[in-house]
């Protein structure tokens, strides 16, 4: 039986860090909602008992449904056999698949600063201060940080030869930088150069590869977490 993913059918969203890497493990899985319809995800989490997730993405796997993008990983990684079997090491990849969480959530907070439900046009004076923090602090940051974790191990991944869940978030998370920040991520091409080369090696993973070249890899758009506005990047 495959994985069935629950995601919004029309965007990238937190969804695309499940798919990358269920797509480099070439894992079967269902794309439910592309399949379906965005009512039927409504209404299939809205049917969902117990502790059920609090918002998609969530995977379902028989009877074992999961919510929240890092604790899915883990669990595949981990059901799939494709973890390191070192307690600490293992640890040490959620960890770090968290504070991509934390980060993904500080990228949607730029162009959303003041609430969710609100267009952006409702709140770009808020935006435009936002995002000269975030290029100028929060992104560096955060940037230094993975950077240093991917060198640890030499690289090209971060634990050196063998590919993880993080490398695959890693990736998307640099590629949504270039399409939202290009003119910065262009100006300080080379401060990075261990997730610039991680961002190189994960697409020569076979299932990846196969997937970027595919139709089902969708790109990124002015509905995702990941959009581009002109004045909120450097000029």
Same mark, same amino acid.
């Given at each position: 039986?495959?994985?069935?993913?629950?995601?919004?059918?029309?965007?990238?969203?937190?969804?695309? !860090?499940?798919?990358?890497?269920?797509?480099?493990?070439?894992?079967?899985?269902?794309?439910?909602?592309?399949?379906?319809?965005?009512?039927?995800?409504?209404?299939?989490?809205?049917?969902?008992?117990?502790?059920?997730?609090?918002?998609?993405?969530?995977?379902?796997?028989?009877?074992?449904?999961?919510?929240?993008?890092?604790?899915?990983?883990?669990?595949?990684?981990?059901?799939?056999?494709?973890?390191?079997?070192?307690?600490?090491?293992?640890?040490?990849?959620?960890?770090?698949?968290?504070? /991509?969480?934390? !980060?993904?959530?500080?990228?949607?907070?730029?162009?959303?600063? /003041?609430?969710?439900?609100?267009?952006?046009?409702?709140?770009?004076?808020?935006?435009?201060?936002?995002?000269?923090?975030?290029?100028?602090?929060?992104?560096?940051?955060?940037?230094?940080? !993975?950077?240093?974790?991917?060198?640890?191990?030499?690289?090209?991944?971060?634990?050196?030869?063998?590919?993880?869940?993080?490398?695959?978030?890693?990736?998307?998370?640099?590629?949504?930088?270039?399409?939202?920040?290009?003119?910065?991520?262009?100006?300080?091409?080379?401060?990075?150069?261990?997730?610039?080369?991680?961002?190189?090696?994960?697409?020569? /993973?076979?299932?990846?590869?196969?997937?970027?070249?595919?139709?089902?890899?969708?790109?990124?758009?002015?509905?995702? /977490?990941?959009?581009?506005?002109?004045?909120?990047?450097?000029?």
């Amino acid at each position: 039986m495959s994985y069935q993913l629950w995601y919004w059918p029309t965007i990238p969203g937190r969804g695309e !860090f499940v798919r990358l890497f269920m797509e480099a493990a070439e894992l079967e899985y269902e794309d439910m909602a592309r399949e379906e319809s965005a009512d039927a995800l409504v209404e299939d989490l809205h049917a969902r008992e117990g502790v059920r997730p609090f918002a998609p993405p969530y995977l379902v796997d028989d009877d074992v449904v999961i919510g929240q993008t890092a604790l899915i990983l883990t669990y595949l990684s981990d059901k799939e056999g494709l973890g390191t079997g070192d307690l600490a090491t293992d640890l040490g990849l959620v960890q770090l698949q968290l504070d /991509i969480a934390d !980060f993904v959530e500080e990228v949607h907070s730029v162009h959303h600063p /003041i609430a969710s439900s609100k267009y952006y046009s409702e709140q770009m004076e808020a935006a435009f201060e936002r995002a000269e923090d975030f290029r100028a602090n929060r992104l560096p940051k955060y940037l230094i940080h !993975f950077d240093n974790a991917v060198a640890t191990n030499g690289g090209p991944f971060l634990l050196g030869d063998q590919w993880s869940h993080v490398d695959t978030s890693l990736f998307q998370v640099m590629e949504g930088l270039d399409y939202a920040f290009p003119n910065l991520m262009r100006r300080m091409q080379g401060t990075w150069p261990h997730l610039e080369g991680l961002q190189t090696a994960v697409p020569d /993973i076979d299932g990846v590869a196969a997937y970027l070249a595919s139709e089902r890899r969708m790109e990124f758009n002015q509905d995702g /977490i990941f959009r581009h506005y002109e004045e909120l990047d450097e000029q």
